[in-house]
């Protein structure tokens, strides 16, 4: 077997993820500190009061004290003890509120990473994997973000029990003393060895659940059910969830035979200790005269003792434990971000201002990848030209348009805003003038227009219906139950509605004009409409672009004839760059593929598909 790779040690250990922890509650809520210092007051007061409540009834039996007394010292204590017991009950009751509310800032600091990150890093598989660790941290009450406060609260208890415990066996022979915490702090560093097997293989575990969550996620959505009905996937989602389950348990198994052996450790250690401090105690009552009441005093002391210090220890491993998963949190929240964003210069849009935009000997690699998508590229898009980028698919067109808006910035060269690299501008400003249809898109359990105008308050509705009908899609929203109104989608609202493939893609369209960014991008914005519906789009262009710099990716040459100029992509490259007419003259790569795409449709296209293949193989 080879070598395991190195694990990466967190960043912040215990002592900073408290701090950290601690910064937030009295930033946020101060309840949080308050109420876990009382819990743990009170905790240490009720196990006092327990511990002193035998010994002492059993001396006032001792000294012949009267019944009055004795039974009035029964109800004093048996009072406190009720008192303390509610008050700690209550106490642990209204503690959830304020832990709820910390973890759920916590979350919203991912969530906000999660939206804000830089578009590169969702490429990295480091990243990736530290947000799944970062929301598993977050992702229910037992979960660290949350849990780490019974662990301090826990803590503290044991801290102050321990002292107040202390100076009660402290008539004890110190060799006693010396012995008992001899043994539990070699208890605790062999627990800490054997359990830090958990924490190195933490990688190995969130890799397992990715990948059981990914599963769960395509059998669960209804796209996938799709699947499963038509090509009778059941079988086939079975075998791979069963064979995901067999590699988890044996996962699990690996980790339970450690724990067993940590337990074996601490049972032997916890006898040994026990055994000693009974047989002293022992020892007291036979050769020293210890009285019956001084026994039981000292025999729930050194008990109550050991407890204290396997406490201390046991919710410090914990702690440990739990700080691995905080640091997580904290590295995902703090991750380094690629492109500058608020420590980046200020770029105000200006409606007046016209933008070119400028690729200099630009070239990307994706992470992993072995060769470039886009290679060594020159290209000008000119201050309000309206630019048609074509090719076949994968020809970087994608790509091109990613590394246009920002989302992905060059391994190689450079892209220039009037001039300006683009890099040295706060990016989320950039992100701003464009106005951008993606192949990939994301349409919100909302109201219609809540997904054209992208927000909840002070929309423009006649804005919004302006929008919608230069993406044609106005008659659609007047034939549907709320108009505008209407939610989109059935996950959320029982009286939502689901838009066809086409009609999605028109809502994308209107969202995109309603934020009316200066440039317009639109990736392949009509590759779900029918040609009737793409022609409709073709003749708004004008209307929609009119005073923006505009960008039309597509593999349909059809959409290439409304546009100034014409920029055909191939194999990452620029290989034809012109208006319509001029390359269709030239004769070349785009005037034969707009032959065939023509024919296509002039003729039903069956007896061209083979035609089109064999010129490709020539």
Same mark, same amino acid.
């Given at each position: ?9 967190? !960043? ?5 993820? %408290? ?12 309840? &949080? ?24 009834? @059993? ?15 029964? /109800? ?21 509120? *304020? ?25 990295? !598989? ?23 406060? +019974?662990?301090?609260?826990? @803590? ?9 415990? @202390? ?94 052996? %940590?337990?074996?450790?601490?049972? &032997? ?5 026990? #055994? ?24 729930? /002391? ?65 992470? #992993? ?14 201050? *309000? ?25 060059? %391994?190689? $060269? ?71 109104? %209407? ?11 689901? @838009? ?77 760059? $012109? ?8 004769? $070349? ?14 003729? $039903? ?8 293949? +064999?010129?490709?193989?020539?």
């Amino acid at each position: 077997m080879g070598k395991e790779p190195e694990k990466k040690k967190p !960043k912040y250990n215990s002592w900073q993820n %408290t701090k950290y922890m601690v910064g937030l509650a009295w930033k946020n809520c101060k309840s &949080v500190l308050v109420i876990a210092g009382l819990i743990a007051l009170t905790g240490v007061a009720l196990t006092t009061v327990q511990l002193l409540i035998a010994p002492l009834i @059993l001396k006032q039996i001792e000294l012949h004290e009267s019944i009055t007394k004795l039974l009035l010292t029964i /109800a004093i204590f048996t009072a406190l003890l009720i008192l303390m017991t509610a008050f700690k009950r209550y106490l642990q009751s209204n503690a959830l509120y *304020g832990r709820v509310e910390i973890r759920m800032h916590i979350l919203k600091l991912i969530n906000i990473k999660r939206g804000s990150t830089s578009y590169e890093n969702l490429f990295t !598989k480091d990243f990736r994997n530290g947000l799944n660790k970062a929301l598993e941290a977050t992702s229910m009450n037992s979960r660290p973000t949350e849990a780490v406060w +019974n662990t301090l609260t826990e @803590l503290v208890t044991n801290i102050i029990g321990f002292i107040i415990y @202390l100076l009660i066996v402290s008539r004890f022979d110190i060799r006693v003393i010396l012995l008992v915490l001899f043994t539990t702090v070699t208890g605790f560093f062999i627990n800490k060895k054997i359990d830090n097997w958990d924490y190195l293989h933490k990688d190995e575990k969130a890799e397992h659940q990715r990948k059981m969550n990914y599963l769960h996620g395509v059998m669960l959505s209804r796209k996938g059910a799709k699947d499963v009905r038509i090509f009778g996937l059941d079988e086939w989602f079975y075998d791979i969830r069963g064979s995901l389950d067999r590699t988890l348990n044996a996962f699990y198994y690996r980790r339970e035979k450690n724990y067993f052996l %940590t337990n074996v450790v601490d049972m &032997v250690l916890t006898i040994t200790r026990n #055994g000693v401090a009974y047989a002293y105690l022992i020892y007291n009552v036979l050769e020293k005269g210890m009285s019956a009441s001084e026994f039981l005093l000292y025999f729930g /002391a050194i008990s109550g003792f050991t407890a204290w210090v396997s406490g201390i220890l046991g919710q410090l491993l914990e702690l440990h434990k739990q700080s691995g998963d905080l640091s997580f949190v904290r590295e995902l929240i703090e991750w380094e971000e690629p492109f500058r964003f608020e420590d980046g210069k200020k770029l105000i849009d200006d409606k007046n201002t016209l933008y070119e935009i400028k690729l200099e000997n630009v070239s990307y690699r994706y992470p #992993g990848a072995e060769n470039d998508t886009i290679t060594d590229m020159n290209m000008t898009l000119k201050a *309000g030209e309206k630019l048609a980028i074509v090719g076949q698919n994968g020809a970087g067109k994608t790509t091109l348009v990613k590394l246009i808006t920002g989302l992905l910035d060059p %391994t190689k $060269g450079k892209v220039l805003l009037n001039g300006v690299d683009i890099r040295v501008y706060n990016r989320a400003d950039y992100y701003g003038l464009f106005s951008s249809v993606f192949q990939e898109f994301s349409v919100l359990e909302a109201s219609l227009k809540e997904n054209v105008s992208q927000c909840a308050e002070d929309i423009d509705e006649d804005k919004v219906i302006r929008c919608l009908e230069q993406a044609g899609l106005l008659e659609k929203a007047k034939q549907l139950p709320q108009g505008i109104e %209407t939610k989109i989608g059935r996950a959320v609202f029982s009286d939502g509605v689901e @838009l066809s493939g086409g009609q999605t893609q028109r809502l994308m369209l209107a969202r995109a004009l309603y934020k009316d960014g200066p440039i317009l991008a639109l990736d392949e914005p009509t590759a779900a409409l029918d040609p009737i519906a793409e022609n409709d789009i073709y003749m708004k262009y004008d209307e929609m672009t009119s005073g923006k710099t505009s960008l039309f990716i597509s593999h349909r040459l059809a959409s290439t004839r409304f546009c100034d100029r014409i920029v055909f992509l191939k194999d990452g490259k620029i290989i034809e760059d $012109g208006t319509h007419q001029e390359l269709l003259e030239k004769g $070349g790569e785009y005037a034969n593929l707009f032959e065939v795409q023509s024919k296509y449709y002039r003729e $039903g296209g069956a007896a061209y598909e083979d035609e089109y293949e +064999n010129e490709k193989a020539i």
